[in-house]
């Protein structure tokens, strides 16, 4: 058999506002995704550079 590699997380903690998170939220549970994980395809994305939020 096949050994899985174990994924390594790292928790973190931030502060945002209410507003903002909470349709966030609305949006990646839109997308059937939850608010870490959609943060997860984000920071992902920006970091393949297949996102630009900064010009």
């Known amino acids: 058999m096949e050994k899985k590699k174990k994924i390594k997380e790292w928790k973190t903690s931030t502060t ?4 903002l998170k909470q349709k966030a939220e609305k949006k990646f549970k839109s997308y059937g ?6 943060l ?3 920071l992902t994305a920006f ?3 297949r996102i630009q939020i900064f010009k």
């Open 16 to 19: 945002l506002d209410m507003e």
């Open 33 to 38: 995704v939850s608010f870490s994980s959609g």
């Open 40 to 42: 997860a395809i984000l």
């Open 47 to 49: 970091i393949d550079e």
